[in-house]
C-alpha cells in the first residue's frame, strides 16, 4: 500500500512566551515491510533543526524556537510504501511459555511492568480468562487477547489521558488506543511474552477503524519463528498494510510525537490532524528529507523586553545577597 500521511500540530499558548525548546518522533520507521520514501517537516516560527536515533532506533528531531510567540504549528509529510502480507498468528509453530534464552538481554525491557503498565490482582484475573495452557499456541493466546479487551473495554475519549495507569482501565472499562495498547502489553508481559508500545498512523477503509483521526497506537509481540508481529486491540485485529509505524518504546513514554518545555506563564493548548491518502503511484520529485518553515508571526521585541526584565531581577537578587552578607 502507497500512503501520504500529512501530521499536523498546532500548539498554541494563552499568553506570549519567550522560547520552546522540543523534540519530535514523526518520521516513519525504515522496516523490512515498511519503505519510507519521503518526509518533510515544517515547522513555524522558523527554528534550527537537529536529530538523531534514540536507543530504541526511532528518529527524533529536535528544534528551539527563542523569539516570542503564542502560536507553534509542525506539519510532516511523509511518503510511505508498506508491504505486509496477511498474517495467521495461530499457525505459528511457538508455543506457550515461550522458551527463555539467557543470551536475549535486550529483551529485559519488553518483559518488564513500569510506568502505565502495571501488574496486580484485575489484570491476572484477565489473564485468567485466556486460558493459557502449557502447549497452547502463542499466536492463539494474543488472539484471545484481542478477543477479551474487545469484549470487556469500551472505546471512549475523555476518560483517561497520557500518563493513565491501566488500573484505570481495568477499573472503569473505558479508554483509548494507548489505554488498550497498554492492557495488551501487560497482559503479555504476565505471560512473560515480549511486548512492545507503537505509534504510528492507521489509514482507514471506510472509516471502520477506531482512533484514526490522530495518531494511532497498537503493540507488537515477539515470536520467535517470526519476529515481531502487530496487534491492534483497539480495532480486534492483525495489524495490516494500512498500518504505518513511526517510533517504539516500552510504553507510551518512550514515543510521544512531540515533548518539551517553554517559558512563560500560559496555558497550553494542542491541536492535531492526520490526513491519509492512498497513492496510486510514487510522486515524483520525492525529497528523501526536507525541512522548511513556515509563516508564524513572533515579536522580538517583547522577548528583549523580557530578558531584560530577567536581567534585571537577577541582578537585583545579586544586591539584595550582597547586602544581606
Not at 479487551?149 to 483517561?160: A, Q, R, S
Request: glycine fraction near 8%; hydrophobic fraction near 40%.
Amino acid at each position: 500500500m502507497l500512503l501520504k500521511i500529512v501530521h499536523q500540530t498546532d500548539l498554541k499558548y494563552s499568553e506570549p512566551i519567550s522560547e520552546s525548546v522540543m523534540e519530535l518522533r514523526m518520521v516513519p520507521r525504515q522496516e523490512q515491510d515498511q519503505h519510507r520514501l519521503s518526509f518533510e517537516l515544517s515547522i513555524g516560527p522558523a527554528a534550527g533543526f537537529s536529530s538523531y536515533f534514540d536507543w530504541m532506533g526511532n528518529t527524533v528531531h529536535t528544534f528551539a524556537v527563542n523569539s516570542s510567540h503564542q502560536h507553534i504549528r509542525i506539519v510532516a509529510s511523509s511518503v510511505v510504501e508498506t508491504d505486509r502480507a496477511p498474517i495467521e498468528p495461530e499457525r505459528f509453530p511457538d508455543t506457550w511459555p515461550l522458551p527463555a534464552n539467557p543470551h536475549d538481554y535486550w529483551l529485559y525491557d519488553y518483559l518488564q511492568f513500569g510506568g502505565p503498565i502495571v501488574d496486580g490482582p484485575q489484570l491476572r484475573q484477565l489473564v485468567e480468562l485466556i486460558q493459557p495452557r502449557q502447549g497452547t499456541p502463542a499466536g492463539e493466546l494474543a488472539l484471545g487477547m484481542l478477543q477479551i479487551i474487545d469484549e470487556k473495554f469500551t472505546y471512549k475519549t475523555g476518560v483517561t489521558n497520557a500518563a493513565s495507569p491501566i488500573t484505570e482501565i481495568l477499573a472503569t472499562g473505558y479508554g483509548v488506543c494507548q489505554d488498550f495498547t497498554h492492557l495488551m502489553i501487560g497482559l503479555a508481559r504476565a505471560l512473560q511474552i515480549p511486548a512492545r508500545y507503537v505509534s504510528g498512523f492507521v489509514h482507514p477503509h471506510e472509516s471502520q477503524f477506531r482512533g484514526y483521526t490522530q495518531t494511532h497506537a497498537w503493540c507488537e509481540l515477539l515470536f520467535p519463528s517470526a519476529g515481531w508481529i502487530g496487534f491492534d486491540p483497539t480495532n480486534r485485529c492483525v495489524v495490516g498494510g494500512n498500518f504505518v509505524k513511526v517510533a517504539v518504546g516500552r510504553d507510551f513514554r518512550d514515543v510521544p510525537p512531540n515533548r518539551g518545555v517553554y517559558r512563560g506563564v500560559a496555558l497550553e493548548t494542542i491541536e492535531v490532524q492526520v490526513k491519509s491518502d492512498e497513492l496510486a503511484s510514487i510522486p515524483r520529485e520525492l525529497a528523501a528529507e526536507r525541512f522548511g518553515s513556515l509563516e508564524i508571526p513572533v515579536d522580538a521585541s517583547a522577548v528583549i523586553a523580557q530578558r531584560q526584565h530577567e536581567a534585571a531581577a537577577q541582578q537585583g537578587a545579586q544586591q539584595q545577597q550582597s547586602r544581606i552578607r
